[in-house]
């Protein structure tokens, strides 16, 4: 199906992007483009206005500070991170985008863009919640960081709002995480997916399970599966898996990323 009429807007700097986005209410942005344009093409979004920030290089660009602490400009795509000396920081990061969809995906989709569609089937937020990223977002009023805990409110909901940006993604240093996920086909999106990073206790993020990433804690891989049953999950069923079935894999993929933490 083709897009219906869309004004383009394709701004200079940051500051002209959120002004575009504050002008209207029916303004989105436009990052990699490999869900929304779908969605558009689906007239499951309709915006009146597309701000393209592929122009932007303040948004992109991976920097690894002294102290182990990575900085992820949001428009930096999957393939730039896989790519990136300074993503091996935290192995983990590159890993997961690696296997993300397809090369063609990886290419053009973007850090940013999977975080802010807050799909529940996506990789990324229950990664950034499991590492304890922090993520800024920006408005004409100014910015503010919040945890990676707090971002995700809903399905496709942020706390990103109407005229804001996340302009920056920040990762704390640390080396000791897994991830595990069961997909549909090998570039499929995930049934269910679980993160876990090592930082004394094992902080385990469940995705799939819920509209935002479900955090547990546990002492040891073997105690995972307890703290995943405390959680009282009540997953959604669909034509690719029943509730029960997903709750079942939470268990079974939290422990496989706790060992692989433990590793």
Request: net charge negative.
């Given at each position: ?32 483009g490999q869900t929304l344009i779908n969605v558009m093409k689906a007239r499951a979004a309709s915006p009146d206005v597309l701000v393209d920030l ?124 897994g991830f595990a996920a069961v997909t549909l086909g090998v570039d499929g999106t995930c049934i269910a997916n679980a993160a876990a990073s090592l ?50 894999l939470a268990e079974v993929l939290a422990e496989r990323a706790a060992r692989q933490a433990m590793r």
């Amino acid at each position: 199906m083709l897009l219906r009429e869309v004004e383009y807007v394709k701004p200079s700097s940051l500051a002209d992007a959120l002004a575009a986005l504050a002008a209207n209410d029916g303004a989105r942005a436009l990052a990699g483009g490999q869900t929304l344009i779908n969605v558009m093409k689906a007239r499951a979004a309709s915006p009146d206005v597309l701000v393209d920030l592929n122009g932007l290089d303040e948004l992109k660009g991976i920097e690894l500070a002294a102290d182990g602490t990575l900085s992820i400009g949001p428009m930096t795509t999957y393939a730039e991170l896989v790519g990136s000396a300074e993503a091996r920081a935290r192995p983990i990061l590159g890993e997961v985008c690696a296997q993300i969809a397809d090369v063609q995906v990886r290419n053009r989709g973007t850090i940013g863009g999977n975080l802010c569609s807050n799909d529940p089937t996506n990789h990324l937020p229950p990664l950034m919640a499991a590492v304890g990223a922090e993520l800024t977002i920006a408005g004409e009023d100014g910015e503010r960081t919040v945890p990676a805990s707090a971002f995700f409110l809903g399905v496709y909901m942020t706390a990103v709002q109407q005229g804001e940006l996340l302009t920056r993604i920040t990762v704390p240093a640390g080396k000791r995480d897994g991830f595990a996920a069961v997909t549909l086909g090998v570039d499929g999106t995930c049934i269910a997916n679980a993160a876990a990073s090592l930082d004394g206790s094992l902080r385990i993020a469940l995705g799939c399970v819920d509209a935002v990433p479900v955090l547990v804690e546990a002492g040891s891989p073997d105690d995972v599966r307890a703290a995943v049953r405390a959680a009282k999950l009540d997953p959604p069923s669909d034509v690719h898996a029943s509730g029960a079935y997903r709750a079942h894999l939470a268990e079974v993929l939290a422990e496989r990323a706790a060992r692989q933490a433990m590793r």
